[in-house]
């Protein structure tokens, strides 16, 4: 609908912008994603960061704080593969209740340079036993700020494998081929560390041209 | 259901604010910088903005520069290069336009463009701030207020299933103009549905839908491209309450159908293949999955005229929207070249006046892609004889739209690029409604004549247009190999017992669906005789038939066997048909009667006398001429009469054919026409008959 046509019947709308869209959300069936004031503010650090929802953005890291962990990993919209992918699999609900954990979530960028689609297509619908452990590379017990992974220097994934952590500048690089991209976010009793690699043992399929045709 | 509001604001997505810059007093004492662009203009449309300006004398390339403001106008943040204009976006490099996008709708930004001679830089055009389209609906009024998941969480999140389902159960119950039908359901057992949206109301049946030459828009089908489906919910809400007389409009001239989420299950997983892992999208001629089934069972009751299929495409450096008509060999001329009318002559025109950049399927650097597969949606619907296009939103910004890194303003830039292409199509449809179904019409008669060579693969060509355009960079060329071209048609294709209704193993969890389900599903006509089942070329579908039952099809069904013509050249005398006998170009002189249990197909022949059949099992007649009266009575099977010059009366009387339609179209009749008793009532499939002659009731609207 074109502004006009509303400010011509309500003038006063137009400096009344933080309202309207304040009726928006009201409007709309969602979930409510008023920032929890009582919770504490996180601190993600990372180049992708200032890409996703930030400040008041619906999904900013303030609000994702008090969310669970599925919850708040529905939100960060570069993690679509990885989320499905835990959903799929049933790993984080397989966790005893209350379980702390801590995520490192390869972005939907190193998924689609790591798997052509169809290798992805075939582990998410036909062999749920390699993605689970694909994907229990990526958790581990205990909600870890990053620093805290990185001053230990190693940590051990719900897999079994053990993989350095090691501060490098801004950023921090995990198992020598991930870096963190967006690190720190916080979910109840979680930590979420964006990385731009794909961890665990499975083969690398892309084969860099990418596109598939329709 | 809710009255209409007599308050609504008067609303169209038509009108657009056209804000222009203002000089400064002192640059307006002072002429232009050289090359400095000028004029620039910036309007405002749903989730987009079109810039447009001045060119430059020897421009390489322009920039386009947004930065964010507050009411007063003061920058809140960063200028940024969003968009990088090149020549080949559009057909008029004379007039060039940029659709800005990505940003959140509503935002107030001012927005800067500069040339490029090589890699200089010019001075920055004046500025122009506005404050960009709400999303759209009133957020007052009932219905217009609702919001997907999508738009309320500012693209963060994609719309779910459930909120699916809840948002167009909404549409359903505010608008008359709505309403959703389940059309069948995943693998998962999740509904797919489809808004069928027509004004004031839709018309009630499939039949009484299809007779409204509705359109038909498929918005996800690999669920890892969510991009179009949002577009489409965003679109169904708009036509559902908007009260712009261009919508109303469109919605008195035909039915739009949007099945937002074919894939259900695929979204649901974030997977490209359903939760069997199949492709759809290789899927619509196999039907082997119920996905597919389901969206070709509609195509088959709703008979849409023309459709869009919505994708996402990886290749970074294609333009914002590739499109692409059918382009299996085996579609009829008509079809594709209304179809390429539909991309070349109104989305590349209409591209350049919003700043949208279509280009042919591939573009630059496409590489092995848009070919003749007819399991794609693209090529089974035209072979089906509808005008169509694929649609992909690239992925990526790509290298002339450097700020989608922010995953928001890409997702933005790829589903209002979407709706821009939805509303442009339905505005092509209503223009040129007639043309889509002459052209329709011509391909169904051109189909049912089967005349020509068969081919199992191979593409008619996209032709390249001189560069600079957004033609300029066609996919490959796609040509037959000798060995997929069958030169000598089959009149029909017999199949065994075992192999129309054997088990199958192809379908979800080694469980398919039997050939004669799915010829069915496609809608075409089979005959049964003592000695197996015919299904006659002579059909609207005669393109598809083969590559699904012939031996050489490339993904077949099942090997049938080809049958060829019985009756070719002059005959004189009286003629009694029993068992399946076939008549290509032939000339009988004399009546011809069709024995109880047994078929006559013909094409390109000429009968002088009367056609009886009492108890036939099928009378499929194309492409012929009959000197003498027809009459058609208790067919079980199957009756087809298209594109036959009658001289004389027809009756068409207690034909039972099960839940095929009995079929009269595109046929002249010298005569009166009869029709009692037939169950189910015949059809025209929308192509009108000339009767000279008192029609019944039957009959009367054929």
Known sequence: MPQPATAARHPRRRTLTLIASTLLLAACTGTPRTPDASAATPQVTGPLCAALPTGTDPGNPTFLASQPVEAALRWIPTLTTFEAALRTSGVLDDLPAGTAVTVLAPTDDAFAATFSEDNWDDLMTHHTDQLRTLLKAHLSTGAHPIDDLSTAGTTTTLDGATITVTRTGATTRLADRADTVCADYQATNARIHLINAVLGPLPATADGTGHRAH | ?702
């Open chain 2, 1 to 702: 259901m809710r009255r209409q509001r007599t308050t609504l604001l008067a609303v169209s997505t038509l009108l657009t604010i056209t804000l222009t810059a203002a000089p400064t007093p002192a640059s307006a004492q002072s002429a232009p910088q050289p090359r400095q662009v000028t004029n620039l203009t910036v309007h405002q449309a749903d989730g987009y903005a079109t810039l447009a300006w001045t060119p430059v004398d020897d421009a390489t390339d322009y920039q386009i520069e947004r930065t964010a403001v507050d009411t007063d106008g003061t920058p809140t943040a960063a200028p940024t290069i969003v968009g990088i204009w090149r020549p080949n976006r559009q057909i008029n490099q004379q007039a060039p336009t940029f659709a800005d996008s990505g940003f959140n709708p509503g935002d107030t930004f001012q927005w800067r463009v500069r040339a490029r001679t090589g890699t200089t830089e010019q001075p920055y055009s004046d500025p122009v701030t506005g404050t960009t389209t709400a999303p759209w609906g009133n957020p007052d009024t009932p219905g217009q207020q609702l919001r997907t998941q999508w738009e309320t969480t500012h693209a963060a999140q994609y719309t779910s299933d459930t909120d699916e389902y809840a948002y167009t159960a909404a549409i359903d119950a505010l608008s008359d103009r709505v309403r959703v039908v389940e059309l069948g359901r995943t693998v998962q057992n999740r509904p797919i549905n489809m808004l069928v949206i027509g004004h004031p109301t839709p018309a009630t049946t499939p039949e009484a839908v299809a007779a409204t030459a509705p359109v038909a828009i498929n918005c996800n089908v690999h669920g890892n491209e969510p991009g179009d489906r949002e577009a489409c919910l965003i679109m169904a809400r708009q036509l559902a309450f908007s009260t712009d007389p261009r919508i109303t409009d469109l919605l008195r001239h035909t039915t739009v159908l949007i099945v937002p989420t074919i894939n259900g299950d695929g979204r649901a997983n974030n997977t490209r293949g359903n939760s069997t892992g199949q492709d759809l999208n290789r899927d619509y001629s196999l039907i082997r999955q119920p996905e597919t089934a389901a969206y070709i069972t509609m195509v088959r009751d709703y008979r849409p005229v023309a459709g869009y299929d919505g994708h996402e495409f990886g290749n970074s450096r294609a333009g914002d929207l590739p499109m692409l008509p059918p382009r299996h060999q085996n579609v009829a001329q008509p079809i594709f070249d209304q179809s390429q009318d539909m991309i070349e002559g109104h989305m590349y025109a209409k591209g350049a006046e919003a700043g949208w950049w279509p280009c042919p399927y591939g573009c630059e650097g496409g590489g092995n892609v848009g070919l003749s597969e007819e399991t794609i949606l693209r090529n089974t619907l035209g072979l089906k004889n509808v005008t169509n296009s694929l649609l992909e939103l690239r992925s990526s910004g790509g290298q002339t739209r450097p700020d989608e890194g922010n995953t928001a303003n890409n997702r933005r830039r790829k589903t209002y690029s979407a709706l821009w292409t939805f509303q442009q199509f339905l505005d092509y449809h209503r223009a040129d409604r007639a043309d889509i179904l002459t052209s329709r019409a011509d391909a169904i008669k051109i189909q049912a004549a089967n005349t020509g060579r068969l081919v199992f693969r191979g593409s008619r060509p996209i032709p390249a247009h001189p560069a600079p355009h957004p033609g300029d960079s066609p996919p490959p060329l796609d040509a037959t190999p000798a060995n997929l071209i069958l030169d000598n048609a089959p009149c029909a294709y017999k199949l065994t017992d075992a192999q129309y209704n054997g088990a199958r193993t192809d379908g979800p969890g080694g469980v398919g669906t039997t050939v004669a389900q799915r010829i069915a599903a496609h809608g075409w006509k089979v005959i049964t005789t003592t000695d197996g089942y015919y299904v006659p070329l002579n059909q609207p579908e005669r393109g598809l038939i083969p590559l699904l039952l012939d031996p050489t099809g490339v993904e077949k069904l099942t090997d049938g066997e080809r049958v060829y013509p019985t009756l070719t050249g002059r005959r004189n005398g009286p003629l009694t048909v029993t068992g399946f006998t076939c008549a290509a170009n032939a000339t009988i002189n004399g009546p011809v009667t069709v024995r109880a249990g047994a078929a006559l197909v013909t094409t390109g022949t000429t009968i002088s006398g009367p056609v009886t059949a009492t108890r036939a099992a099928g009378i499929m007649l194309a492409d012929s001429t009959v000197n003498g009266p027809v009459q058609i009575t208790n067919t079980t099977d199957a009756v087809s009469i298209i594109d036959v010059t009658i001289a004389g009366p027809v009756s068409l009387t207690g034909n039972t054919t099960g839940t095929d339609l009995p079929l009269l179209a595109g046929s002249t009749i010298r005569g009166p026409l009869t029709c009692t008793g037939n169950n189910p009532t015949p059809t025209n499939l929308g192509v009108a008959n000339t009767v000279h002659g008192p029609r019944t009731t039957q009959c009367a609207a054929l």
